[in-house]
């Protein structure tokens, strides 16, 4: 059983309780404006370029054999539809500016990084974070994963927008200790206008964890410009509410990191209007819900 992986963190402290090692898989069905891992949004791995680091030496243009680089005194330009991923172009570039997003990795090679710190996981309530991308995107894998972790004794979140097959959530359900689960917009339209998909299916799966009983962490975007607004902070507050297995409400500000990334893999950022909140506005948000009556909130 093998994945498509794009990076691998070990000593995570944000991606769930206590120290964790966090596995990014690649591949997203949804396309958010604000998308802070856009490397992630493809299933297949792919190029990258970091354009400050570049000497301009023309090694990249020597060996490779599709025409993807032209090398000039102005500047380095790169044809990212003509990359085929051969990695001769990375293995010469002396400066390292040139990567490969993305590699193919079996069950058995990501528990062998994740093992390492089972002693850290023991002793801090840590574990291992399944995260993307949308790692239900990958749901062969990110089953055969957690499954394993868990013959291992390993504490498995994931971390999901919800879209994915019902059939999915149900299979994976009981092998999974905590759900980070993300809650971006309210109403169908505004969802579908700042994220590509509807809410109904998200909504649909959020419910069938509910029901089951599923532990879960509602993981709440704010962008100013575009998602915030008195409505969705009131409906971010009514469904924690509502719900005894939704253990805590965590608020993840705006920040542009992902901007930046989007030029390393030749794309566009969407979310031009958008703004890094200062921290008093944020503690403002927050301040709101406890306000309503929230009082199971942190920041994420």
Not at 24 to 36: E, I, Q, S
Not at 239 to 259: D, Q, R, W
């Amino acid at each position: 059983m093998k994945g498509t992986v794009f990076d691998i963190q070990r000593f995570c402290i944000n991606d769930g309780p206590g120290i964790r090692t966090t596995v990014f898989l690649k591949g997203c069905p949804l396309d958010c404006l604000w998308c802070h891992n856009p490397e992630s949004k493809k299933l297949k791995p792919q190029l990258s370029f970091i354009k400050k680091h570049c000497i301009l030496c023309g090694r990249c243009q020597e060996v490779c054999e599709y025409d993807v680089h032209e090398v000039t005194e102005k500047g380095h330009k790169i044809d990212y539809e003509k990359c085929v991923l051969c990695e001769k172009c990375v293995e010469a570039c002396p400066a390292k500016a040139l990567s490969i997003y993305g590699k193919e990795m079996n069950v058995e090679e990501v528990l062998s990084i994740v093992i390492k710190d089972k002693n850290y996981y023991d002793n801090s309530n840590g574990g291992l974070t399944i995260s993307g991308g949308e790692a239900m995107s990958q749901f062969d894998f990110t089953f055969a994963l957690a499954k394993s972790a868990k013959k291992r004794e390993i504490h498995v979140t994931i971390e999901t927008s919800g879209f994915g097959k019902s059939e999915d959530f149900d299979k994976i359900e009981p092998y999974i200790d905590l759900f980070l689960f993300d809650y971006k917009v309210t109403g169908n339209e505004l969802h579908r206008k700042l994220t590509g998909v509807d809410r109904g299916l998200i909504d649909k799966n959020l419910n069938l964890l509910l029901y089951k009983g599923a532990k879960i962490i509602l993981r709440c975007p704010i962008i100013p410009n575009y998602n915030l607004s008195h409505e969705h902070l009131e409906s971010i507050y009514q469904l924690a509410k509502a719900h005894e297995n939704i253990v805590m409400v965590e608020i993840l500000p705006y920040h542009n990191l992902g901007e930046s990334k989007v030029e390393q893999i030749g794309d566009g950022y969407a979310a031009s209007e958008a703004y890094m909140p200062e921290e008093q506005e944020v503690e403002g948000w927050i301040k709101k819900l406890k306000e309503m009556g929230l009082q199971k909130i942190g920041r994420g």
